[in-house]
């Protein structure tokens, strides 16, 4: 599994068990920054991530 396809995963899950908060919001987007420098996630697959979460 890709990194993109776990922190997709991770977010449906908290989109339909309703704990989707901004805290957790904030803090994935920290950890999405970090994969988007280490080439582990590409700008599309990170601007899909932060559209999932709006």
């Known amino acids: 599994m890709t990194t993109y396809e776990l922190l997709e995963r991770t977010i449906n ?6 704990t989707l908060t901004s805290t957790y919001i904030a803090s994935v987007k920290k950890k999405m920054d970090v994969f988007l ?15 999932l979460m709006e």
């Open 13 to 18: 899950n908290k989109k339909s068990s309703g």
């Open 37 to 51: 420098v280490a080439d582990r996630l590409s700008e599309d697959e990170y601007n899909a991530l932060l559209q």
